[in-house]
């Protein structure tokens, strides 16, 4: 959760970054692209207001020129200024705004208009440009003049505010970047207080699990060690009660023995040593099959289990029926001991504390593994209330072999103890082979 949520966290950060330099190279072009498209459109008006002063200056030189060759020079730069307007209206066309386009259109009118009039100039003899040149001037060449100026300045003024309005957009652009940029804080610092919220809890509740976990591991350890007392003196009892006491009154027997007065009594004295042997022998054997029974190493697992639920059955009057394959016998030695103790525990726990008529246990391999299940009828048990030490040796069992221990009990439903532990591809290979001596190939 740490990790997706700094991740996330260090991604919506970066992606803020490159939205906030995408809109800053957005509103700089903005700013570049209308700057210069103002000036190159100031430019052009301000090359067509020269080209409007220099053609009258060439068609007043034109007018006043004494011979025909001077008048022809005059014509040749006239028609060159107009070739260059014409081209320069139609560069200025091409990125008109919607309120220019009215205005344009009139002062592009007003110029053909212009050039329509000088052009009747053109065919003039030399009497008529000095009979007409005066009034052609200051009555066709001054106001035609004076009107495409006056369109070409409002023109500007249009273009102006076109630019004023550019430099509004942009102050919005700017305004709208600048509450982008305060909603991805604000949304960036809420994320952090969220994360850093979450990351407190989850830190603050593995603290708690952590030491709950101590606190259990420590009561755990107490109770192993009290534990291991009681079946230390139980033990010591067990040696000192039955079998010291039988080897005790061997050593009598022995010595009144010595001292026997006829054969018979001689024999009726080896006689009950003979039979104090044979109980203490019997005790002690009980004891080491209690400790661990011998025919878990020598004949298997399934023949411990089975014995286990004979025992058990004789002592406590329980119906136990034991479910195991073959393969079982072949398991490893940590796995076969673990499983003969959960079993173990579980028995004495259905007769001791959930008076259970009925127990059925099952182990069988499946694949790359064991599955290990203890079912009775028994009192069943609150698992949030209950938790003795039997159970934390059984969880500690399977963990130490990586498996998997659920426990299913309510209280009259009875138990149900669940066991999965994994198997190595080899010991899963072998044990299969076991279930199977003679396959077919």
Same mark, same amino acid.
């Given at each position: 959760?740490?990790?997706?949520?700094?991740?996330?966290?260090?991604?919506?950060?970066?992606?803020?970054?490159?939205?906030?330099?995408?809109?800053?190279?957005?509103?700089?072009?903005?700013?570049?692209?209308?700057?210069?498209?103002?000036?190159?459109?100031?430019?052009?008006?301000?090359?067509?207001?020269?080209?409007?002063?220099?053609?009258?200056?060439?068609?007043?030189?034109?007018?006043?020129?004494?011979?025909?060759?001077?008048?022809?020079?005059?014509?040749?730069?006239?028609?060159?200024?107009?070739?260059?307007?014409?081209?320069?209206?139609?560069?200025?066309?091409?990125?008109?705004?919607?309120?220019?386009?009215?205005?344009?259109?009139?002062?592009?009118?007003?110029?053909?208009?212009?050039?329509?009039?000088?052009?009747?100039?053109?065919?003039?003899?030399?009497?008529?440009?000095?009979?007409?040149?005066?009034?052609?001037?200051?009555?066709?060449?001054?106001?035609?003049?004076?009107?495409?100026?006056?369109?070409?300045?409002?023109?500007?003024?249009?273009?102006?505010?076109?630019?004023?309005?550019?430099?509004?957009?942009?102050?919005?652009? /700017?305004?709208? #970047? =600048?509450? %982008?940029? @305060?909603?991805? !804080? +604000?949304?960036?610092? *809420?994320?952090?207080?969220?994360?850093?919220?979450?990351?407190?809890?989850?830190?603050?509740?593995?603290?708690?699990?952590?030491?709950?976990?101590?606190?259990?591991?420590?009561?755990?350890?107490?109770?192993?060690?009290?534990?291991?007392?009681?079946?230390?003196?139980?033990?010591?009892?067990?040696?000192?009660?039955?079998?010291?006491?039988?080897?005790?009154?061997?050593?009598?027997?022995?010595?009144?023995?010595?001292?026997?007065?006829?054969?018979?009594?001689?024999?009726?004295?080896?006689?009950?040593?003979?039979?104090?042997?044979?109980?203490?022998?019997?005790?002690?054997?009980?004891? /080491?099959?209690? #400790? =661990?029974? %011998?025919? @878990?190493?020598? !004949? +298997?697992?399934?023949? *411990?289990?089975?014995?286990?639920?004979?025992?058990?059955?004789?002592?406590?009057?329980?119906?136990?029926?034991?479910?195991?394959?073959?393969?079982?016998?072949?398991?490893?030695?940590?796995?076969?001991?673990?499983?003969?103790?959960?079993?173990?525990?579980?028995?004495?726990?259905?007769?001791?504390?959930?008076?259970?008529?009925?127990?059925?246990?099952?182990?069988?391999?499946?694949?790359?593994?064991?599955?290990?299940?203890?079912?009775?009828?028994?009192?069943?048990?609150?698992?949030?209330?209950?938790?003795?030490?039997?159970?934390?040796?059984?969880?500690?069992?399977?963990?130490?072999?990586?498996?998997? #221990?659920?426990?299913?009990?309510?209280?009259?439903? +009875?138990?149900?103890?669940?066991?999965?532990?994994?198997?190595?591809?080899?010991?899963?290979?072998?044990?299969?082979?076991?279930?199977?001596?003679?396959?077919?190939?």
């Amino acid at each position: 959760m740490l990790f997706a949520g700094f991740g996330g966290l260090l991604a919506f950060l970066l992606a803020s970054a490159g939205v906030t330099f995408y809109m800053l190279a957005r509103v700089r072009n903005d700013d570049q692209r209308f700057r210069q498209t103002f000036v190159e459109r100031l430019g052009a008006l301000e090359r067509i207001r020269a080209q409007i002063y220099l053609s009258g200056t060439y068609v007043r030189d034109y007018l006043l020129s004494p011979d025909s060759g001077g008048a022809d020079a005059q014509r040749a730069r006239l028609a060159s200024i107009e070739e260059e307007s014409q081209e320069v209206l139609n560069h200025y066309a091409k990125g008109l705004e919607p309120g220019e386009r009215d205005a344009f259109e009139a002062l592009r009118n007003e110029i053909a208009n212009y050039w329509n009039v000088l052009h009747t100039t053109f065919d003039w003899t030399p009497r008529q440009r000095n009979r007409l040149r005066f009034t052609f001037f200051y009555e066709q060449l001054v106001p035609r003049r004076t009107t495409m100026l006056q369109i070409a300045d409002a023109i500007e003024g249009i273009h102006q505010r076109g630019l004023t309005r550019a430099e509004q957009r942009m102050t919005e652009s /700017a305004d709208n #970047l =600048r509450i %982008s940029l @305060l909603a991805m !804080f +604000g949304v960036a610092l *809420a994320g952090g207080l969220l994360l850093a919220v979450g990351a407190i809890a989850l830190t603050l509740r593995l603290e708690r699990e952590n030491a709950r976990a101590r606190a259990d591991l420590e009561d755990l350890s107490a109770r192993l060690v009290r534990t291991q007392e009681e079946e230390r003196r139980s033990l010591a009892r067990e040696l000192h009660d039955e079998v010291g006491q039988s080897l005790s009154a061997i050593m009598m027997e022995a010595g009144n023995a010595e001292f026997a007065d006829n054969p018979h009594e001689m024999r009726e004295r080896l006689r009950a040593i003979a039979n104090m042997a044979e109980k203490t022998l019997s005790e002690v054997r009980d004891l /080491a099959l209690l #400790l =661990r029974p %011998s025919m @878990l190493d020598d !004949f +298997g697992l399934v023949p *411990a289990l089975n014995w286990q639920a004979r025992e058990m059955g004789k002592r406590t009057g329980l119906n136990i029926a034991v479910e195991a394959g073959e393969d079982c016998d072949s398991l490893p030695e940590e796995h076969r001991t673990c499983i003969y103790r959960m079993a173990q525990e579980a028995l004495n726990n259905a007769a001791r504390h959930a008076a259970a008529r009925s127990v059925r246990i099952t182990v069988r391999a499946a694949g790359d593994r064991v599955l290990f299940t203890v079912r009775d009828d028994g009192a069943g048990f609150d698992k949030k209330v209950v938790r003795g030490l039997g159970l934390l040796g059984m969880e500690e069992r399977v963990r130490s072999l990586g498996g998997r #221990l659920k426990i299913e009990s309510q209280p009259g439903r +009875g138990t149900t103890i669940s066991a999965e532990l994994p198997l190595s591809e080899t010991i899963a290979t072998e044990a299969h082979a076991a279930a199977d001596p003679h396959p077919v190939s």
